[in-house]
């Protein structure tokens, strides 16, 4: 398996306007995740899927900030307008959520970097 | 919910010796504890976890400990090497049938020096 599949790698973008990210997780996983990192606060859950369900939203800073998983192969971040401080590295995560006994190892994408000028 | 304090937040060892990082959570519930490595641009990658029904874990030059009662655990590198470099990541979660979710730690930059 190719791993988790995030798009795009770089974005640069003007403060107002939308911003999408992507992820593919990997083939089989049935839980994803998405973190923003900043040198300020580190490594933040923003929302995460289970069998494509939303479970917790409770990291998601605004409503500028949604998410969508349609299908268990995708699955969108998306930054309606988008603000100076957005500006960071957004990472997607998928893990095989196998009940209390399973690891549920996280793996993650190379991530986006995004900067909103 | 979940707290995990990760100390020391930089560390600096030369090549050969031993490296530790120390974590800390703060919810009894969590019993499952995995540490990732972040290379420069780059996502983080799981190394070695453990569960909270095991007190000590190895791999190589990699070990992990776990004090439930004290509710901290510890990152151990022996004989670090350059490419040992990176910021590393402790992480707790408590597992259920729907849930895995991860609290992270704020991390720790080791920088192996030759």
């Known amino acids: 398996d190719a791993g988790v599949i995030q798009s795009p790698r770089h974005e640069v973008t003007e403060m107002g306007q939308e911003v999408t990210l992507r992820c593919k997780p990997i083939?089989?996983?049935?839980?994803l995740f998405w973190y923003r990192q900043t040198m300020m606060r580190g490594l933040e859950l923003l929302i995460y899927f289970n069998n494509n369900v939303p479970i917790d939203d409770s990291g998601m800073p605004e409503d500028r900030f949604s998410a969508k998983m349609p299908n268990a192969s995708f699955s969108t971040l998306k930054i309606q307008p988008s603000e100076p401080r957005d500006s960071a590295v957004y990472f997607c995560?998928?893990?095989?959520?196998?009940?209390?006994?399973?690891?549920?190892?996280?793996?993650f994408g190379a991530g986006t970097r995004l900067s909103v000028l | 919910g979940e707290n995990v304090e990760q100390h020391p937040s930089t560390l600096s060892v030369q090549e050969g010796d031993s490296a530790v990082i120390k974590c800390t959570y703060s919810?009894?519930?969590?019993?499952?504890f995995p540490w990732y490595k972040q290379e420069l641009g780059k996502g983080p990658q799981l190394i070695i976890d453990?569960?909270?029904?095991?007190g000590e874990k190895k791999d190589q030059r990699i070990a992990v400990t776990l004090n439930k009662t004290a509710k901290h655990f510890s990152l151990h590198i022996t004989e670090t090497q350059p490419e040992d470099s990176a910021v590393y990541f402790c992480?707790?979660?408590?597992?259920?049938?729907?849930?895995?979710?991860?609290?992270f730690g704020t991390g720790t930059r080791l920088q192996v020096t030759l």
């Open positions: 919810d009894s519930a969590s019993n499952y």
């Open positions: 995560a998928s893990s095989f959520t196998g009940g209390p006994s399973a690891k549920n190892i996280q793996y």
């Open positions: 453990i569960r909270s029904n095991v």
């Open positions: 992480a707790a979660s408590m597992n259920t049938g729907t849930a895995s979710k991860l609290t």
């Open positions: 083939s089989g996983h049935n839980s």
